[in-house]
């Protein structure tokens, strides 16, 4: 995947924009021409990484919410203000991303949506 998204952005940046694309595809394109590779990259990645960042810690309070019962082998210093505190953090950087590089942003929850149903048809069958 990561050779597919290296060509694919080479291919971007090396090539003009087709004239029957729509405007705002045009102009994207222009965008990404004037970055580095490795920036553009970078951001569909750390997007993706920071809101699955987030959703680690929401699960840390809902899973002590719903089995209070389980043992903690591992305890979380400071719980629940540095839990929170991280939520919060990562949620202020994905938000600061969303203002400075939208169309990135954007791209890279489509990458992680396209996911999605790839891993249902792969995994179909395999949960007895």
């Known amino acids: 995947w990561s050779a597919a998204l ?4 080479v291919a971007i940046m090396l090539t003009p924009p ?14 990404l021409q004037q970055r580095p590779l490795f920036d553009i990259l970078i951001s569909y990645v ?8 987030s959703l680690i810690g929401v699960s840390l309070f ?6 209070p019962e389980w043992t903690r082998p591992i305890r979380v210093p400071g719980y629940p203000l540095v839990p929170a505190a991280s ?9 600061a991303m969303a203002r400075s590089g939208g ?4 791209a890279g929850l489509c ?11 792969v995994t179909r069958g395999s949960h007895a």
Do not use: C, D, K
């Open 6 to 9: 290296v060509a694919v952005s």
């Open 18 to 31: 087709p004239a029957n694309l729509p405007a705002v595809v045009r102009r994207s394109w222009v965008a």
């Open 46 to 53: 750390m997007f993706g990484y920071l809101l699955l960042q």
């Open 62 to 67: 809902v899973l002590r919410r719903r089995h």
């Open 87 to 95: 939520i919060v953090a990562t949620l202020f950087l994905m938000f």
């Open 103 to 106: 169309l990135e942003v954007v």
């Open 111 to 121: 990458i992680i949506l396209i996911g999605w149903p790839v891993h249902s048809l």
